[in-house]
């Protein structure tokens, strides 16, 4: 257990809302299996002797990192460790214990006493343990169980695979702790959560905060005060009486009124220009005196996210997006990073392979992998991770996790659109059942009242009904192919109203007179060129034996793609090989198949689909980050070339 300080680069937890101090609780916890399930009867949560095992948390249980390495089938598992309080005795102050995220259910005990249960296995959570605290003791006892049924077909899942053994595109199971787990000594009244939105139009931010305070709090007594920096200059202060427990405060940016200077103040990929924002609450007595209760740091970026005529817009400008399909998964830890330098890492491997963006891919990533997306400039979607079956229960679960998904990530500049749903994954039969049907249209009516600043995709591939935008999946294997599907508007619009590359309808009902409604189309998931230099079992949607082979169709295949007009972007599959699933352009270890700087060529070819001036701009950027690129990139062994 140790203490860390705020200026810890990328280490927070909680990026977007910091404090000076946190206790990080990483490391050995006492680790038991309870196949029978029996612990809670028996009383484990006030019992050290059936934690027999040590573990490293946050790395699941099934992967080498933690220390277990069992991949079989276990439902239930239980943690316990030991832990001294933040704070002191009397202090008035309130101590939070805050998880990442617990594979799928879990409850928790604090010295004995049950503090609170949560479900969902992508979310993060955290309870006052504060009453819990057994008073004058040194030390204090943390204890969670946590249930995770591989053959839940309702439970939101991703691509974690519900046999023992991994196969065709499944993977490990990842089962209880897999991301931070944390305290943080707060007082009685604090901030909870910010999400930062832009008006680019209006030169303003608006900010929602949410507060958590004691309920005979409501005098007017309460001051919240933002200040928000650009460096060294300051861009606004605005002050506001808190009445609520959420507080929603429009500041304006004056900055941002002159149409001519205001680039400096956007994000983007090219200029991820991000702002500090410092919050602090304050108390006022009846003279007048003011007493600090809470202050947190945090930060945002000032950008919009849209479509207009057929392409997507960064900022109100068409802006072709470049993405690469991102599963987030290493050999050695699975769905959890090796560290948080892995985070930032790959980020910056998938910038320097040319990509402008990453579809996280049946995963909700770690917030830091979001932050160093926010810092280093790459776009993201946001997918949820999908069930497999369809009926009340699995409604309930996804779209309680999906909201809570939004509510952690809007508030990030780097996440542009939202994709709840994939390839029908548990909506096998969204095209016959009304019911099913209903609920993919519910869930994106629902995001959108969420967070109505980004596009929004149905589902992602095929059949889908309400799109933001138009999204395929198509695995043709050669270039012949996708300029035969994507090379001119009415082989596009064929493509809508009747194609499957999938099997499936790629638009259910397509209006016949309007196929994209003005909505850009964009080929999410293409390639999956499957090369393993070593041999071994693999997958892919398509083989190649030699680099100069790969080095070949790649560049077949990412010419159809570009010199298309009509497509506003793609993603290639994918960035790493993940288990035998084989087809990423760098190996699982992070490794690249083919010269990082052959790739980025490939990648950052001009688009036919870019406007001239824009074309001008792509060349000028690609021009000053291949010379900015110091970094070393991941090259291959040049005895497999």
């Not at 990929?269 to 702002?275: A, E, F, G, K, M």
Request: aromatic share 8%; charged share 25%.
């Amino acid at each position: 257990m140790s203490t860390q300080s705020v200026a810890d680069d990328g280490l927070y937890p909680r990026p977007q809302l910091r404090r000076a101090e946190w206790t990080d609780l990483s490391g050995p916890w006492g680790f038991a299996h309870d196949d029978t399930d029996e612990g809670r009867d028996a009383g484990w949560h006030r019992d050290p002797a059936p934690f027999d095992r040590t573990i490293t948390v946050p790395f699941p249980p099934e992967s080498p990192a933690s220390g277990i390495r069992d991949t079989a089938h276990h439902p239930v598992v239980w943690y316990r460790r030991t832990l001294r309080s933040p704070v002191g005795e009397g202090s008035g102050r309130r101590v939070l214990l805050h998880f990442g995220a617990i594979d799928y259910r879990a409850s928790v005990w604090v010295d004995g006493t049950h503090v609170g249960d949560h479900e969902g296995g992508m979310t993060p959570f955290s309870f006052d343990v504060t009453a819990a605290l057994t008073a004058g003791a040194d030390e204090h006892t943390v204890v969670v169980r946590a249930e995770d049924l591989p053959s839940d077909a309702a439970q939101p899942r991703g691509k974690q695979d519900w046999q023992e053994s991994p196969h065709v595109i499944w993977y490990h199971r990842t089962t209880g702790i897999w991301q931070p787990v944390w305290l943080e000594a707060v007082s009685d009244t604090h901030v909870a959560e910010l999400c930062w939105t832009s008006d680019i139009a209006d030169a303003s931010v608006r900010l929602e905060a949410v507060l958590r305070r004691p309920a005979t709090r409501t005098d007017g007594s309460l001051v919240m005060r933002v200040r928000l920096r650009l460096g060294a200059e300051l861009l606004a202060e605005q002050s506001v009486v808190v009445t609520d427990d959420t507080v929603i405060m429009d500041i304006a940016v004056p900055a941002l009124r002159n149409g001519q200077d205001r680039d400096r103040l956007l994000w983007s990929p090219q200029s991820p220009t991000l702002v500090d924002a410092d919050i602090t609450l304050v108390t006022r007595d009846g003279q007048g005196a003011e007493r600090p209760v809470d202050e947190v740091a945090g930060y945002l970026g000032i950008r919009t996210a849209g479509t207009a005529d057929g392409r997507f817009l960064l900022n109100g400008r068409p802006y072709y997006l470049r993405m690469v399909l991102e599963q987030g998964y290493w050999p050695e830890s699975h769905l959890a990073a090796p560290g948080p330098e892995a985070l930032r890492r790959e980020v910056e491997l998938i910038k320097e392979l040319g990509f402008n963006g990453a579809r996280l891919h049946q995963k909700v990533e770690d917030p830091r992998f979001l932050y160093w997306c926010d810092r280093l400039g790459l776009l993201v979607w946001g997918e949820m991770a999908g069930a497999f079956a369809f009926g009340p229960e699995a409604v309930r679960r996804l779209t309680t996790e999906w909201m809570d998904v939004v509510r952690r990530d809007r508030g990030h500049p780097s996440v542009v659109t939202w994709v709840p749903f994939n390839e029908s994954w548990g909506v096998q039969d969204i095209a016959h059942s009304p019911a099913q049907r209903a609920f993919v249209e519910g869930v994106v009516r629902l995001t959108r009242a969420l967070d109505p600043s980004r596009p929004v995709i149905s589902n992602d591939g095929w059949e889908m009904t309400d799109s933001d935008m138009w999204t395929i999946h198509d695995y043709a294997g050669t270039g012949e192919e996708l300029r035969a599907r994507y090379h001119s508007a009415a082989a596009v619009d064929a493509m809508l109203t009747d194609g499957r590359p999938g099997g499936r309808r790629v638009v259910l009902s397509p209006d016949p007179r309007d196929a994209r409604g003005g909505r850009p189309v964009l080929l999410t998931e293409f390639g999956g060129l499957s090369y393993r230099p070593e041999g071994g079992e693999w997958f892919g949607y398509s083989t190649v034996t030699s680099p100069s082979q790969l080095r070949s169709r790649l560049d077949e295949l990412f010419r159809a793609v570009t010199d298309s007009a009509q497509l506003a972007g793609f993603c290639y599959t994918q960035l790493t090989d993940t288990e035998q699933e084989t087809n990423g352009l760098l190996t699982a270890e992070r490794q690249a198949k083919l010269p990082v700087e052959e790739i980025r060529r490939m990648v950052e070819r001009p688009s036919a689909a870019m406007p001239t001036e824009a074309l001008e701009q792509h060349r000028q950027e690609v021009e000053e980050a291949n010379a900015d690129d110091v970094r070393r990139s991941p090259q291959p062994d040049a005895s497999t070339l």
